[in-house]
């Protein structure tokens, strides 16, 4: 199959967060499948650094018109792990410091959505799939539709949309329909494009796309219950039948205890436990920490009121005090680094935190920790739970989208199953239960290790993943 990918930002060229990992990673598994993939994503000022490693091309330059403003999108073109990028490049829009959180920012990704039809046409690029990902490049299916509709390029073109992040919707007044993308009030009055007042971009891919997922079934539930905070079910639940939930994959190239650079040691199945008490050591010493024959939990996290940072400041006071050790990495939000900077002055002996980011210690806390701490309010899919499972760390998460479908919690009695540890409520309560059973397991360590190894066991590849993946495009070909 022919598939064209329109994603704000991609790996390894731009990243925010996940959206970029798995367009990427998606992407190449689908190459390796012997799929043709091209990704379109605008071109940033942070990717110029890149450019002597991925060597872009000077490839077109065409106008584009946003109603009656007339600017010019130049493309740039590299191919990276078999996939083909396409570079959008406009210097007014794109060159600067941040991907996101311009008072433009609706324009900016008119622009690129305009844009990316315009360059499918220049190629006569004939997409079996269009796949667009996230609110920044949903209203592409609506502009072939209403705009292209007796354009033979696209006439057998199926179009499938994936929302990573439901909070963001795109929204705009009506007046920037046609101002922006020179489509009719009417789409607007009748309801199509309509949602809250506002013109929805995502929401118009929802109605627009032939298939729909989002990042995990339990997420995809979460998100055609009445009571989401989301209030996309209504037009989700027309389209229920269209719709699925895939858990992502992670790089397991990447993720790998066997080979990881970055580990004292190296591990696997067979020597788990010399190679977890070697990373241990390394890591604790690196955070200056002593040990007290307590569990070692890891966070590594954006420190944001999502993620139940809270809960952590809260319920990790006890096990601080019982000989636990913690390590957390991350920065975030003012107040929840100034919790954790409060923890580590009153343990400063077994409380580590580390406020920004390292690659290199990340790799350290999957490997040196006991648990890893994942209590969040809510979270689509999730990656870091199953990163940690890989390295044999035992993920403690709320049941919640993604970590409900990747975690089995550990809960006493079923230790020949078990992959981690869950709870359901989001309060320090539901929080306390799941120390008190990583406690309990830890004191037990033969099934401590027996619920680790099964955890290493779990295929987290992107492999399965894009084959439902490819199932659905085949899917949406007998509608």
């Known amino acids: 199959m022919k598939i064209a990918m329109f994603s704000s930002e991609v790996n390894p060229l731009a990243k925010s967060g996940g959206l970029a990992d798995v367009a990427y990673s998606l992407s190449k598994e689908l190459v390796n499948m012997g799929n043709e993939v091209i990704v379109v994503m605008p071109l940033y000022k942070s990717m110029w650094k890149k450019e002597k490693t991925y060597k872009f091309e000077d490839f077109d330059d065409f106008e584009v018109s946003l109603s009656w403003r007339k600017t010019h999108a130049k493309i740039y073109k590299t191919v990276i792990d078999g996939i083909t990028y396409y570079m959008i490049a406009n210097g007014p829009y794109f060159e600067r410091d941040n991907l996101y959180s311009y008072p433009d920012d609706n324009e900016r990704f008119a622009f690129y959505q305009l844009a990316s039809v315009q360059l499918l046409k220049n190629l006569n690029y004939k997409a079996d799939i269009i796949h667009v ?43 920037y329909l046609n101002d922006y993308y020179g489509l009719p009030d009417y789409l607007y009055d009748n309801g199509t494009v309509r949602f809250n007042g506002m013109v929805s971009t995502l929401k118009s891919a929802i109605v627009y796309c032939d298939k729909i997922t989002t990042v995990s079934p339990t997420h995809r539930d979460e998100l055609l219950d009445p009571s989401s905070e989301f209030h996309l079910n209504g037009v989700l639940e027309l389209r229920k039948d269209d719709f699925i939930g895939v858990v992502n994959g992670i790089d397991v190239k990447e993720w790998d205890s066997r080979k990881d650079p970055k580990l004292a040691m190296n591990y696997g199945i067979t020597n788990l436990e010399e190679g977890k008490h070697k990373n241990q050591e390394a890591l604790l010493k690196q955070m200056g920490l002593k040990f007290y024959g307590g569990p070692v939990y890891g966070l590594v996290s954006r420190l944001s009121w999502q993620k139940g940072i809270g809960l952590v400041a809260e319920s990790m006071r006890n096990a601080l005090r019982n000989g636990a050790n913690l390590v957390v990495l991350g920065s975030g939000e003012y107040e929840l680094e100034q919790q954790m900077e409060a923890l580590r002055r009153e343990f400063p002996d077994t409380c580590g935190i580390y406020i920004g980011y390292s690659d290199d210690l990340a ?12 209590p969040s309010l809510f979270e689509p899919c999730g990656i870091s739970q199953m990163v940690s499972q890989r390295y044999g760390t035992l993920p403690i998460v709320r049941y919640t989208g993604g970590l409900r479908d990747t975690v089995n919690g550990y809960t006493g009695d079923n230790v020949d199953v078990a992959d981690g540890i869950g709870f359901n409520d989001y309060n320090a309560m539901g929080m306390d239960y799941a120390i008190g059973m990583s406690k309990s397991l830890y004191g037990n360590q033969k ?18 993943s894009a084959k439902k993946y490819e199932d659905l495009y085949i899917s949406a070909f007998t509608k």
């Open 133 to 175: 990902h996230d609110h920044q490049a949903s209203f592409i299916p609506v502009l072939i539709k209403e705009k292209e509709q007796d354009n033979p390029l696209f006439a057998k073109t199926k179009f499938v949309l994936t929302i990573h992040n439901p909070a963001f919707r795109g929204e705009f007044d009506k007046f």
């Open 363 to 374: 790799h350290k806390i999957y490997a040196g920790c006991d648990f890893f701490l994942m």
């Open 447 to 464: 099934d401590f290790y027996k619920v680790a190894r099964t955890a290493m066991r779990l295929d987290r590849s992107w492999a399965q």
